[in-house]
Nanobody, 120 residues
């Protein structure tokens, strides 16, 4: 599986941004898809994931503000980010693994990152 994330950019605090992650391969629907982020000087952290069934999970810091969805027909997963805060500034990565228990920690496939910058 090859992943390509895009959609990052500069946005003011309180604004919204939607990231997309396009995946190759015909078995996309069988993969759990995760989003991670890495802020400057910090370790990469898990943000949330969507199971192949459509169930989602988010870390507390983004719950209620971020929404992950997927379009299996387009082999694409989305990260809708609302009410953005300066502390959301990071490089965002999408990831995939067939094991939902693994996608939150050490997914097998990674996309390149896309920069999100939130100005105050």
């Amino acid at each position: 599986v090859q992943l390509q994330a895009f959609g990052g950019g500069l946005v003011q605090a309180g604004g919204s941004l939607r990231l997309s992650c396009a995946a190759s391969g015909r078995t996309f629907r069988r993969y759990a898809m995760g989003w991670f982020r890495q802020a400057p000087g910090k370790e990469r952290e898990f943000v949330g994931y969507i199971h192949w069934s459509g169930d989602t999970y988010y870390v507390d810091s983004v719950k209620g503000r971020f929404t992950i969805s997927r379009d299996n027909a387009k082999n694409t997963v989305y990260l809708q980010m609302n009410s953005l805060k300066p502390e959301d500034t990071a490089v965002y990565y999408c990831a995939a693994d067939q094991r939902s228990t693994i996608v939150t920690t050490a997914p097998h496939y990674w996309g390149q990152g896309t920069q999100v910058t939130v100005s105050s």
